[in-house]
């Protein structure tokens, strides 16, 4: 193969055109940097694409898991969730006072719902499930229904890296089957305002409380003299801009593409890698929107550590990534008791798993280019 002469190729990138830096100057000519009508218009626009009713546009993917927690959760309240995601999931339930149990996952590297149910049997008090749609695959929505309709939980989706998904006629964040979900719009994700983050949901109640929620737990009504406002309750500064949503309604037009784009990838990854010692997380099947091309390899049969495959790709500019550390097991998450959790999976996980290069810009040449590197580096 020819030397490409190339730049670093990260995990994952943003892929920014004229029009969008058209749209950012526009809204920064225009009389509203924030609380104007961009963000309506994102957040419609966003309603519309996911099939939920209602949506919330915040500063970022956290402030939404925290004000989604806000809404949903109370002191104390036990809730299930997986220790493969980033930390913002299940710190979200400790910004409440809420506590996390965390559940093994799958094979597909999402929670294992059967073990959900498990728990739930075991234990009537548990409040809400807390999903994360890991690398962009759908959450199981039949059996999340079942445990809905059956245990009478909460449900919280988190979408920060599967906008774009489908289970069937399902789509991500349209909440068929939970309260809440969430979105992140950082640079590495499908879209991006920059920072960025939405909340979206089916009830009107849930959306109002977030709406006062975000702005500072401020009402004004009608009724009130033109200069009131009464603080009902303890709220936070989570505004969006006009400015990012001007980007983000830019962006949103453009998701169909980039999405197709990921798809193109992970068949050509999923080719070179049939029949290998490189498998894929899941193969392609149409559920998953591809934030993360996940791969796992059993390093105990190969003369390289994980440690050092990381460290020879990225002197090759292959900027590979490891997604996720199990929370759990994470000092903080130690010091309150936690980390003894079962979770093999999880465990085998950490041990085999990394993410390879994947969004829009990844040219073929790019993408053939860290195929080659990689089985070179493997062998
Ligand atoms: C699964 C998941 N949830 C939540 C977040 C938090 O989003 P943000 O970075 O926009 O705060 C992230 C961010 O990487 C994430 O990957």
New binding site residues.
């Given amino acids: 193969m020819k030397n490409l002469n190339m730049n670093f190729i990260p995990y994952g990138k943003q892929l920014i055109k004229q029009d969008d830096i058209d749209a950012v100057i526009q809204t920064l000519k225009s009389d509203y940097l924030t609380t104007g009508p961009k963000v309506k218009e994102f957040e419609d626009a966003l309603s519309t694409y996911c099939g939920a009713k209602y949506t919330i546009a915040v500063s970022?993917?956290?402030?939404?898991?925290h004000l989604a927690s806000l809404v949903l959760l109370s002191k104390d309240d036990r809730v299930l969730t997986t220790p493969n995601?980033?930390l913002?999931?299940a710190n979200s339930i400790l910004y409440v006072g809420a506590k996390p149990i965390f559940v093994d996952i799958a094979k597909d590297g999402n929670i294992d719902l059967e073990l959900c149910e498990k728990e739930l049997q075991k234990d009537s008090t548990i409040k809400a499930i807390y999903t994360?749609a890991?690398s962009g695959n759908m959450i199981d929505q039949q059996k999340l229904k079942y445990l809905k309709d059956t245990y009478k939980i909460t449900i919280l989706e988190?979408y920060?890296?599967a906008i774009g998904a489908k289970d069937g006629a399902i789509k991500a964040a349209s909440c068929t089957n939970s309260d809440i979900s969430?979105l992140?719009?950082?640079p590495?994700?499908h879209m991006t305002t920059g920072?960025?983050?939405a909340i979206t949901t089916n009830s009107k109640e849930i959306y109002e409380k977030l709406l006062i929620l975000r702005g500072h737990g401020m009402v004004k009504t009608p009724q009130m003299k033109p200069w009131e406002y009464e603080m009902r309750e303890l709220g936070f500064n989570y505004r969006i801009t006009d400015i990012q949503c001007a980007l983000g309604v830019s962006q949103l037009k453009k998701l169909p593409d980039f999405i197709e784009r990921r798809f193109e990838i992970a068949k050509r990854y999923d080719k070179a890698f049939q029949n290998t010692i490189v498998k894929p997380l899941y193969t392609f099947d149409g559920k998953s929107s591809y934030h993360l091309y996940v791969v796992q390899v059993d390093f105990s049969k190969l003369p390289i550590s994980k440690v050092d495959l990381f460290q020879a790709l990225r002197e090759k500019n292959i900027g590979i990534q490891l997604h996720y550390m199990p929370i759990n097991k994470q000092p903080y998450y130690k010091s309150l008791g936690y980390g003894g959790e079962h979770t093999p999976n999880m465990d085998k996980y950490y041990e085999q798993c990394f993410s390879l290069p994947m969004y829009p810009l990844l040219s073929d040449e790019e993408q053939e280019y860290v195929i080659k590197i990689l089985f070179e580096e493997l062998m």
């Avoid at 970022?60 to 898991?65: D, I, P």
Wanted: net charge negative; no cysteine; charged share 10%.
């Fill in positions: 970022n993917g956290t402030a939404a898991l995601s980033f913002a999931t994360v890991f988190d920060a890296h969430i992140s719009f950082h590495v994700k920072e960025g983050g």
